[in-house]
């Protein structure tokens, strides 16, 4: 074998394992951002102008009944000990925004692990695909769009957006990672496709 086709042949495997470890370090910190976020999904039961709006109204009413719990309170960890005993306050309240509106949707609120697609939040943060401990407010047949925001940290509520911010709990390694642009970083797509992957085969 010609020494020119070896070192292309040597190059290219060199290129190929540089790939493959740099995944391998970007699955790793995808996986522990996950960790550290808390979200929180509000459902519309259609994509109807009508029902776009109660999903904005109903997320007013679930943020505004949980106000203290969800000013930076509630953790990933924490979200499934502290929320749940307070589910059916949050339901409630939600119930109560849909029939003042002239809805008989049901509503239900689901706490724990769910599976997301790569998002950006806020034109700033990219949030890598995976299962995030999250807080799914389904209205109807939660068949429409959906209104999202991270929870912890608290960025969902005006009020507490000067507290505690992504920053403060992440390290650099991990803030460089959501602070990158998804059109321009190929990792976050080689991630979504590995975790749609095990998802489906759960």
Known sequence: MKKSKLL???????????LVFSTVSFASTSSQIRNSILRMHVIANSDSEEDQQLKLKVRDAVLQQGRELFNGEIDAQSAEEKLIPKKNELENAAKKVITENGFDYDVKIVIGKAFFTTRTYDGRYTLPAGEYEAVNVIIGEGKGHNWWCVMFPPMCLPACEGDTQISDILPDSQLELVESNPKYEIRFKILELFESLKENLQ
Request: hydrophobic residues 75%; neutral net charge; aromatic residues 28%.
């Open 8 to 18: 292309f042949i040597s190059a290219a495997f060199s290129i190929f394992l540089s």
